[in-house]
């Protein structure tokens, strides 16, 4: 399984961006599909994930309501589209998958599989 993170970049305070994460090899198996960011000198924090059981999706309080996840099962392509983006979203973000994770767990801990990170800088 591998997964691939895209679409970070430079974006102004209020703006939009729209992460993009694409699976090989990803088996029906991996229920969980998670997006989690990095910043300098914090530790990991999840933003967004789902569980594919339900298709529930979940969110940290931070980006309620300004955050979304969506999917193509037909591209096996995840995204999260992020927007009023404030400078405290700058981070490297990265995107995961696993077999055992479920509800609203997909938001914390460890995952099996992770893609390398995008980088998203919010700033004037």
């Known amino acids: 399984v591998q997964l691939q993170a895209s679409g970070g970049g430079l974006v102004q305070p209020g703006g939009s961006l729209r992460l993009s994460c694409s699976a090989s090899?990803?088996?029906?198996?991996?229920?969980?599909i998670g997006w989690f960011r990095q910043a300098p000198g914090k530790g990991r924090e999840g933003v967004s994930c789902i569980d594919r059981r339900d298709d529930s999706t979940y969110y940290a309080d931070s980006v309620k309501g300004r955050f979304t996840f969506s999917r193509d099962n037909a591209k096996n392509t995840v995204y999260l589209e992020m927007s009023s983006l404030e400078p405290e979203d700058t981070s490297v973000y990265y995107c995961?998958?696993?077999?055992?994770?479920?509800?609203?767990?997909?938001?914390?801990?460890?995952?099996?599989?992770w893609g390398q990170g995008t980088q998203v800088t919010v700033s004037s």
């Open positions: 995961a998958a696993d077999r055992f994770k479920r509800g609203s767990n997909c938001l914390h801990g460890y995952f099996e599989v």
């Open positions: 090899g990803i088996t029906s198996d991996y229920y969980a």
